[in-house]
């Protein structure tokens, strides 16, 4: 406080100093200009003489036109330069242009007092570089022989930009810090400030935004774009830091207070403008690196010298998931889950642990640096125990189960096993496996491999393949409770393939060969009986269908003879009677052949087997049926009548003619025969000749039969031209 008003006294008293230096300069300079007013030969004025050297050149036309020897000029010069030189020499005057900055550097002291050591910048009038800079404009009392000044041109920092600025001069930085702090002094343009305020050389922490600034550049070293290179950096730090839309900035700050032990990133500090505001940072109990804070899309101003910031993409939750987080940083530890849920901690948002609320889908802005997001399905999700892979590769490490029978045969069994976990139930599973890979390696495939393993000894393979519904329902019922416990819901086990022991089905290969072979030959077996049996009936048919013809022939042999003893006894009768016998043959003889079709129809299914013995047995059936007609017909008719049948048949059937057209016989001894035959014979002729059809021709004959002895009728036999003979 002391050295301050020390300071500031000091300063008035060399303003009252430099004010009446250049007002002893003003007016020697008035007097110079009065005596050189006073010569007749120049014309100019005051105004024309103090002018720069273009207003002179702009005089010398009118001189010109005054007539004047080459001595006059002289004068004139001389007036003119003295015009110049005394106020710059004498009164120390040094004009400011208005985008320049003057930096004054002192040569000497009377006192001789110099800069205590370490220091750069003079703030009491020590020799050297000045604290204090010249702003646009005048200034007195700055002689050339004590004071140089150097004009500098203002700082400018363009849109979008950032400067950065390394102080030459101030208090050392605390071992803790690499980062100047950040003190008032108008944006670094009042030095005399940032060094009254205790600012500390090196690397600042503040920086200048875009904007115009006049920087004493003796105390300030300013690093822009344009001479970022010079440097040793990159423009692009310089630059507004963008965050990209969908993207976050994990930072890490290069200064503050180390990261206590136990922890991996910086806590949330207040009110530092998203680490624009670095000074508050540190005040605040900020911590040097990664920060738990992240940045969101936009644009930063942020100091490079503090700040790095890496671009990384929001986390994204897909529809069907949500998102388990689990903090590695926030506050302390506080269990909500209950006494209920011992298998592991929840927490609430901003805990460290195991948050109770998952995220759901969308995109979300998470430091995947200091927070881990494990994504858990929350639709159906498939699991096989086999060769297959589904698209989620949580089973790819899992192969079908080996199991051992009751029977101590091993053999492979392929599941697949479906399963859910509810979004509330997804922080509870990784709360307490910690991962879904974890939940199907640690808990999925023991509980369903060993539940197998188990439920396989007590049935063979056989009654497994067998009973395979049963199996699988017994283990969806078991399951779906064990894995209740773990907070996943089992929707439905499945039983795949089931690959029994080669040789055990070889075996079962073979035997069941042999059984469908020993039914084969039983098929065959019977076929072939049924084939004996077709031909036995087919043959019996045959033999049925020849004896029904036997019969018929019998029966039709006896009608006719029947017939023939009775047209002998009644002529008028005998049509009818024989047509009644005919019409009854056929009816019989149709129906004979009816049910010979029908018994031909039944039984050409039987085999060809038995034909040959059929045919044999048919032959002498045949043989024994006509031998039992002719006996049959000799016992009705007798021999000599059924042999006249017989022969009176072959006759009628081949029209063999056994009498003449004409017969001529006696009657009773007599030989008018031969009268009554040539009358006849001259009839016939005339008959023929005269167009007339006779038909038939009797010619009756009254001669009495040989053996006809009581004195009855005789026969009359009629014999037709026709050949055919009926007798009455």
Aim: aromatic share 6%.
């Amino acid at each position: 406080m002391k050295f301050s008003q020390h300071s500031s006294s000091r300063n008035k008293q060399h303003n009252i100093l430099r004010f009446a230096a250049s007002a002893i300069a003003t007016l020697a300079l008035a007097g110079s200009i009065h005596t050189a007013s006073a010569n007749p030969i120049k014309k100019a004025t005051t105004q024309e003489i103090a002018s720069v050297p273009t207003q002179i050149q702009q005089t010398q036309p009118a001189i010109a036109q005054i007539p004047m020897s080459p001595w006059g000029l002289i004068p004139v010069i001389v007036v003119g330069g003295l015009a110049i030189f005394v106020p710059l020499f004498f009164g120390g005057l040094v004009v400011i242009g208005e985008r320049e900055v003057g930096i004054v550097v002192k040569k000497f002291v009377i006192s001789g007092r110099g800069l205590p050591a370490g220091r750069l910048i003079a703030m009491n009038g020590e020799a050297g570089l000045q604290a204090d800079t010249l702003a646009p404009g005048w200034h007195w009392g700055y002689w050339p022989w004590q004071y140089s000044v150097k004009k500098e041109s203002v700082v400018v920092v363009p849109q979008g930009e950032i400067a950065l600025l390394v102080a030459e001069d101030g208090a050392h930085i605390p071992p803790e810090r690499i980062l100047g702090k950040v003190v008032e002094c108008d944006n670094f343009q009042d030095a005399r400030k940032f060094l009254s305020n205790g600012g500390e050389k090196g690397r600042q922490m503040g920086f200048l935004t875009a904007g115009t600034y006049r920087i004493n550049t003796a105390l300030f070293k300013v690093i822009t774009v344009a001479n970022a290179s010079k440097h040793g950096m990159s423009p692009e730090y310089l630059r507004v830091y963008h965050v990209a839309g969908d993207k976050v900035g994990i930072v890490t700050t290069l200064d503050g207070l180390p990261i206590p032990g136990g922890e991996i990133a910086g806590p949330i500090i207040a009110a530092h403008d998203n680490f624009q505001n670095g000074q508050r940072f540190i005040d605040g109990g900020g911590r040097r690196g990664l920060q738990e804070q992240i940045l969101l899309s936009g644009s930063w101003n942020l100091n490079p010298w503090f700040v790095q910031v890496e671009q990384v993409p929001m986390t994204e939750i897909p529809i069907g998931y949500v998102g388990v987080v689990i903090s590695f940083v926030g506050k302390a530890h506080e269990d909500v889950s209950g006494a209920a849920f011992t298998h592991g901690n929840l927490v609430n948002s901003g805990h460290k642990g195991v948050w109770v609320e998952p995220l759901y889908p969308g995109k979300h802005p998470i430091n995947t640096r200091v927070m881990k997001i494990e994504l858990v399905p929350t639709t159906n999700i498939v699991l096989n125990w086999s060769g297959r892979t589904e698209r989620h590769n949580y089973d790819a490490k899992l192969g079908s189960l080996t199991v051992r029978s009751r029977d101590g045969f091993a053999f492979d069994l392929e599941v697949a096993q479906i399963i859910h976990v509810g979004a509330l139930d997804a922080p509870k599973v990784i709360s307490r496996v910690g991962a879904m890979q974890n939940l199907v390696d640690h808990v999925l495939e023991p509980t369903i491999g060993n539940y197998f393993r188990n439920s396989a000894q007590d049935y063979t393979v056989l009654d497994f393949l067998s009973a395979r519904s049963e199996r699988q329902a017994e283990a969806a019922d078991y399951i779906r409770v064990a894995l209740r416990a773990y907070d996943v819901q089992a929707i439905d086990t499945l039983i795949g393939d089931i690959q029994p022991p080669a040789t055990l089905m070889q075996t079962q290969t073979d035997r069941k060969i042999a059984e469908e072979q020993r039914k084969t030959f039983e098929v065959q077996q019977q076929a072939q009986t049924q084939r004996q049996q077709l031909v036995r009936e087919t043959a019996l048919a045959d033999i049925q269908q020849d004896m029904v013809k036997s019969e018929q022939g019998v029966m039709i042999a006896e009608l006719k003879a029947k017939a023939d003893i009775q047209q002998e006894a009644v002529r008028s009768e005998q049509g009818v009677k024989i047509a009644e016998l005919k019409a009854n043959a056929k009816v019989k003889e149709m129906t004979g052949e009816a049910e010979a079709i029908r018994l031909r129809a039944n039984a050409e299914a039987e085999s060809l087997r038995l034909k040959s013995i059929a045919e044999a047995e048919a032959i002498r059936a045949t043989g024994n049926a006509k031998a039992e007609t002719y006996r049959t017909g000799v016992e009705a008719l007798g021999t000599q009548g059924y042999t006249a049948m017989q022969l009176m048949q072959i006759i009628g059937d081949r029209h063999v003619r056994l009498i003449p057209d004409v017969l001529v016989g006696g009657n009773n001894g007599s030989t008018n025969g031969l009268v009554d035959g040539l009358l006849s014979m001259i009839l016939w002729n005339q008959t023929a000749k005269s167009g007339e059809v006779i038909s038939p021709l009797h010619v009756k004959s009254t001669e009495p039969r040989a053996n006809q002895q009581d004195g009855t009728a005789p026969t009359v036999v009629d014999f037709p031209l026709d050949g055919n003979v009926s007798g009455s």
